[in-house]
Nanobody, 125 residues
């Protein structure tokens, strides 16, 4: 089982960009489909984006489509989330997650068995 560590969060103004990284501890990283979720204060955890093991497939929440891009580098055991045109409503703790399957349950947090600790993203208006 891999361990995940996120980085890259911070404070940015509306319209700005951030690039999050999630690095895995194991070379088994390439066996896992990966996803990003976010959770704002007082709200439920929300799906953001997911990517298959070989990066052949990606999916996005409607709220971030066209602004965010998920990618991965299996040689570096890393998945990225490039976030552009950020809005105040994007403010949340962003967490990466891993699971062995990439299927129709990609947006369900309960289907992921490995999580990072999260990184705070704050977008000021």
């Amino acid at each position: 089982q891999v361990q995940l560590v996120e980085s890259g969060g911070g404070l940015v103004q509306t319209g700005g960009s951030l690039r999050l990284a999630c690095t895995a501890s194991s070379a088994a990283f390439s066996r896992y489909a990966m996803a990003w979720f976010r959770q704002a204060p007082g709200k439920e955890r929300e799906f953001v984006a997911a990517i298959s093991r070989t990066a052949s497939s990606t999916v996005y929440a409607d709220s971030v489509k066209g602004r965010f891009t998920i990618s991965r580098d299996n040689a570096k055991n890393t998945v990225h989330l490039q976030m552009n045109s950020l809005k105040p409503e994007d403010t949340a703790v962003y967490s990466c997650a891993a699971r062995l399957l990439f299927d129709s349950d990609y947006d369900r947090p309960s289907k992921y068995n490995t999580w990072g600790q999260g990184t705070q993203v704050t977008v000021s208006s």
